[in-house]
């Protein structure tokens, strides 16, 4: 497998010309006296880190409360956000997709394939489950 692995700022500004010039014009903005809004001076710390193969490409971003993880392959995508109070993970194959988000007080679990959707909602005081199927629907609430 032929694999190139992009890390240097200049590289990176040549794959993402829009990103990092704007990051740049953001750069040159004078502070603000709030120090926060689009005119503060104050910019997030970020490493972004790109890997370009024959069939996949692999992007993270790593910055202070935020992680996200994008990988896209020929016949799949896996994207994945890391923040400090949620955690959303999405996979989207040739035949099925799978949603997943976790908060502090409640998770989603979402799986919808070619004959078959499953919906699970967990919370603090709730669960509900939901499966829609070519033959059969289960529909189940809990609650406390």
Not at 21 to 38: D, E, I
Not at 89 to 94: A, Q, R, T
């Amino acid at each position: 497998m032929l694999c190139s692995v992009y890390s240097l700022p200049t590289i990176l500004t040549e794959i993402f010309p829009c990103f990092f010039l704007s990051c740049k014009a953001n750069a040159r903005v004078k502070p603000a006296k709030t120090w926060h809004g689009p005119h503060s001076s104050t910019l997030v710390n970020c490493v972004v880190l790109c890997i370009v193969c024959v069939d996949c490409v692999v992007l993270c971003i790593v910055c202070v409360d935020c992680v996200v993880l994008c990988v896209v392959c020929v016949d799949w995508v896996v994207l994945c956000f890391v923040c400090v109070d949620c955690v959303v993970l999405c996979i989207v194959c040739v035949d099925c997709v799978v949603l997943c988000v976790v908060c502090v007080d409640c998770v989603v679990l979402c799986i919808v394939c070619v004959d078959c959707v499953v919906l699970c909602i967990v919370c603090v005081d709730c669960v509900v489950l939901c499966v829609v199927c070519v033959d059969c629907v289960v529909l189940c609430i809990v609650c406390v």
